[in-house]
Structure formats: C-alpha cells, structure tokens
C-alpha cells in the first residue's frame, strides 16, 4: 500500500473511534467515566508509524479534539504529541508483540496525558487541584483503557504491521511480509 492510503484509512479510523467515543462510550461509563480510545490510537500509531508521523497525527487529533470538545485549544494536541513521542520511544525499547507490555505502555501513557492534561489545564483555567478526585478517577480510566486495548489490539496490531511496513524503511521483521 501507498502511504497515501494508509494515512487515509488512519483518517477514517480517528473517525470510527470518535463516532465510537461519542454514542457507544457515552452509554458504558464505570461511575460516569468512560475510556479515552484516542490515547490508545495515537500510542498505536506511535508505535507502529515513524515519529512523525506519530507526532503529527497527535497534534492534529487533539486540536480536532479540543475544538469539537471545546475544551482549551491547544492542551490535548500537546498531550497526544507526547503520547507519540512515548509510543515512538516504547518502540525502539519495548516488544509491541508481548500484551503485558503493551498493558504496561497504555497505563504509562494513559497516566501522562491526564496528569498532563489536569496540571496544564489547572494553570490555564486556575482551578484548585483536588488530586485524591482526580486519581480515583484516572484509575478508573486507566482500567478502562487496559481493557479495551486487551480487547481491540489485535485488530491494531495487523494494521499497525501494515503501517510499519510502509512507514519504517529499517525494519527487518515485517519488511518482506
């Protein structure tokens, strides 16, 4: 596949899970909290793309994000561009194939963008941090988000090998399969 069209099906992915975020999460929260599966995509993403790639779909998708939420612009790209980063980092030191780890990289990368997003929202808006709320409720999220990656990796993982593939010149284990 062309990169071109693997960059169009990551488009229509970002809007599944938006469409997915939106009417199926919103009926299934655990005590009003539902997942962020876009911090699970852009980490995919991260993984499997090159850094740039990564990098640069988080920033769009959280602007997207941040203007169709309404929240301060600006806040979620700047947590999904580190969600990349991470993912890109995770790559060239972890195995993407062991699901432990993969468990490992979504609380890792789960807990940065809420306690980034919490601290840099805080100054911004100039709220009171009430911490012990917002761990029981990034601990809830963060079982959340293990679940559903459990649950949807392995659909990922066969694209993200396509993605390698196509994005990744050096990579030894996927490149004449």
Do not use: H
């Not at 806040?75 to 780890?101: H, Q, R, W």
């Not at 306690?115 to 808006?125: E, M, P, Q, T, V």
């Not at 994005?167 to 030894?172: D, G, L, S, Y």
């Amino acid at each position: 596949m062309k990169k071109f069209s693997i960059i169009t099906i990551l488009i229509i992915v970002f809007f599944i899970i938006y469409f997915l975020q939106e009417n199926i999460f919103n009926a299934f929260t655990i005590a009003g909290i539902k997942p962020n599966l876009f911090i699970i995509y852009i980490l995919f993403i991260g993984l499997f793309a090159n850094q740039f790639v990564g990098i640069s779909f988080g920033v769009i998708s959280g602007l997207i994000l941040d203007l169709l939420y309404g929240k301060t612009i600006g806040v979620s790209a700047i947590m999904l561009c580190a969600i990349a980063y991470l993912g890109s980092y995770f790559d060239k030191n972890f195995s993407k194939e062991n699901k432990m780890t993969i468990i490992f990289m979504v609380i890792g990368a789960t807990a940065v963008f809420e306690f980034g997003s919490y601290f840099i929202n805080s100054i911004i808006l100039n709220f009171e941090r009430e911490y012990w709320n917002f761990i029981k409720i990034l601990f809830v999220e963060i079982i959340y988000n293990i679940l559903l990656s459990i649950i949807i990796y392995p659909m990922f993982q066969k694209l993200g090998y396509i993605v390698d593939r196509n994005f990744k010149k050096n990579n030894i284990l996927t490149r004449y399969f």
